[in-house]
């Protein structure tokens, strides 16, 4: 039976984990502390590594996983230079514990960031997207384009709404209170404030979410709507194609 899992790191990363039986892989662990302390508790072996990006809080800590699990590692084709691991890009398959991922190119966040995609996770579609897509957000634009972030969330958002989106980070809650301030009239904003509210007074992660949710939620597979549109267009009068938008919509959220 295959099961994930988040394992908190640092003030609001999440490492997840994913197992079949006793064999184990983990995403973007940028600290080993926590996951050798669940390999252990659990009594995991860890088989893989899949890195979505070069930032230090997602490969801080490979090496040492790597020498304590001999654990194999793959990650973005044109990052991380100088380290030796499996390079992927558009179009390649992995095989973990007998699941099939996809890997999809979404530069934005950073050049070279790339998602994990499996159709079918234990009978539903499952995602880990690193800091590309958040529940109601997006990564900040470090190395990319507009265009490009816009480009790779099209190609997110076009994945089957059941799909689990499993993000690096713990930002719900702020994003939400962004898009609502994009967003006033969105109702479903709303709820799930008062949602996650709950579940982060109970110390519980407010993810994953799904890809139906976030298109109602996210201002970022928004960005296309008349409402968005019309909040941007009240700060930045002179965007006006989507590109335009969306850069404005970030940029918005930047200062927020």
């Avoid at 790339?114 to 897509?133: M, N, Q, R, S, V």
């Avoid at 990319?144 to 190609?155: A, I, N, V, Y």
């Avoid at 982060?200 to 597979?221: M, Q, Y």
């Amino acid at each position: 039976m295959w099961t994930f899992s988040p394992i908190r790191a640092f003030q609001n990363n999440y490492i997840w984990l994913f197992q079949n039986g006793l064999e184990a892989w983990v995403v973007d662990p940028g600290e080993s502390t926590g996951v050798l302390d669940y390999l252990h508790f659990h009594g995991l072996q860890l088989r893989g590594i899949f890195i979505t990006h070069h930032h230090a809080d997602h490969i801080g800590d490979v090496r040492h996983l790597c020498e304590a699990t001999g654990a194999a590692v793959f990650g973005p084709a044109t990052e991380m230079a100088g380290q030796l691991f499996h390079r992927l890009s558009e179009g390649a398959r992995v095989s973990a514990l007998g699941i099939e991922f996809h890997v999809l190119d979404v530069p934005g966040h950073t050049a070279g960031h790339i998602a994990y995609y499996a159709p079918d996770f234990d009978g539903t579609p499952l995602l880990f997207c690193g800091d590309a897509l958040f529940s109601a957000g997006c990564g900040r634009l470090f190395e990319g384009t507009p265009e490009q972030m816009l480009r790779s969330l099209d190609k997110l958002a076009a994945l089957p709404g059941s799909t689990r989106i499993c993000c690096a980070h713990e930002y719900t809650l702020g994003n939400l209170k962004f898009a609502l301030a994009v967003d006033p009239d969105n109702e479903d904003i709303a709820t799930n404030i008062k949602h996650c509210e709950a579940l982060l007074a109970e110390g519980l992660p407010t993810v994953p979410s799904s890809i139906e949710k976030e298109l109602r939620i996210n201002p970022f597979l928004r960005s296309r709507h008349a409402a968005i549109k019309k909040a941007v267009r009240r700060f930045h009068p002179d965007a006006f194609n989507e590109v335009e938008i969306f850069a404005a919509l970030r940029a918005w959220k930047d200062r927020f």
